[in-house]
């Protein structure tokens, strides 16, 4: 069962933000993921929504949501609550995370273990993670091609597998694509 939930964030690190404090909130467990993604409703401007797998809650009735704020919109199975757009966006979400079509894994299993240098092979090993790519490679990396993990790794949903992009970077290594603090485009100019 997937949680969709759309506060109309505006910004990635604040929709992360918000999506640690729901996990938090809700009491979820260890095995949940949660996602990021990026979405547009008729009525609003493009925007950041969440979601959030329910381990655990077989009946969209099992689940209490007293710890969602009013003002966040809510989509559980058929259920909506909230703010008629921010309702659609998380039924966006929670869409693309139940078909893993789309969205950026930021909680998930294993995810505090991907910290330092660590060969593919232990990035698949330690976590959810299904897969690694390599930006403009059609063929996966070695099985122990270093990855520098710069303790930030999200991976994505494609086509049903959680796949963390990566780069080449210096020293034979690869990075994950995404990296933690990206200079805004053009932060050097006046």
């Not at 092979?121 to 490679?137: N, P």
């Amino acid at each position: 069962m997937i949680l969709g939930l759309d506060a109309g964030t505006r910004t990635v690190p604040e929709a992360e933000h918000l999506l640690h404090d729901m996990v938090e909130a809700l009491g979820l467990p260890a095995g949940t993921i949660g996602c990021t993604h990026f979405v547009r409703t008729a009525t609003g401007l493009p925007h950041v929504a969440l979601s959030l797998s329910l381990a655990g809650h077989p009946a969209d009735g099992d689940v209490d949501l007293s710890a969602v704020p009013e003002s966040i919109g809510v989509a559980l199975g058929e259920r909506r609550n909230g703010p008629g757009d921010l309702a659609e966006g998380a039924a966006l979400a929670a869409a693309e995370h139940a078909g893993r079509s789309g969205g950026r894994l930021v909680v998930y299993p294993g995810h505090a273990e991907l910290t330092g240098t660590l060969s593919v092979s232990e990035v698949l090993a330690r976590s959810a993670i299904d897969q690694v790519a390599v930006l403009a490679q059609a063929e996966e990396p070695p099985s122990d091609a270093p990855v520098a993990t710069q303790d930030f790794v999200r991976p994505q949903w494609r086509d049903g597998r959680a796949v963390l992009l990566t780069m080449p970077a210096r020293g034979g290594l690869l990075m994950p694509a995404e990296v933690p603090n990206p200079t805004p485009c053009c932060a050097d100019h006046s």
